[in-house]
Nanobody
Framework: QVQLVESGGGLVQPGESLRLSCTAS????????MGWYRQAPGSQRDLVAS???????NYADSVKGRFTISKESAKNTVSLQMNNLKPDDTAVYYC??????????WGKGTLGTVSS
């Protein structure tokens, strides 16, 4: 059974950084597309960043130049480095894995709060 567990959320001030990590179990993350989504209160869940099995990355326009997604296949983890954070980045961040013919798997989420 595939399980995704996020960590690294917290409270920071504007301009500071957070690093989120997602550890996968039950399968290898090296073969599938992984991504980070976020959902702010009252809003839908939106894609923040994704990385394919071959390492091609994609970012939402709002985070380009500030966020970096990466994966360590040996550790079965995918990380999201978030720099120069803004209050609008406050959200619950979810790890996602897409497995062909099986669908989407989600973690339970980790809260990142940016506030002065």
């Amino acid at each position: 059974q595939v399980q995704l567990v996020e960590s690294g959320g917290g409270l920071v001030q504007p301009g500071e950084s957070l690093r989120l990590s997602c550890t996968a179990s039950g399968t290898s993350n090296s073969a599938y597309m992984m991504g980070w989504y976020r959902q702010a209160p009252g809003s839908q869940r939106d894609l923040v960043a994704s990385i394919t099995a071959s390492g091609i990355t994609n970012y939402a326009d709002s985070v380009k130049g500030r966020f970096t997604i990466s994966k360590e296949s040996a550790k079965n983890t995918v990380s999201l480095q978030m720099n120069n954070l803004k209050p609008d980045d406050t959200a619950v961040y979810y790890c996602n894995m897409k497995i062909p013919f099986r669908g989407d798997y989600w973690g339970k989420g980790t809260l990142g709060t940016v506030s002065s």
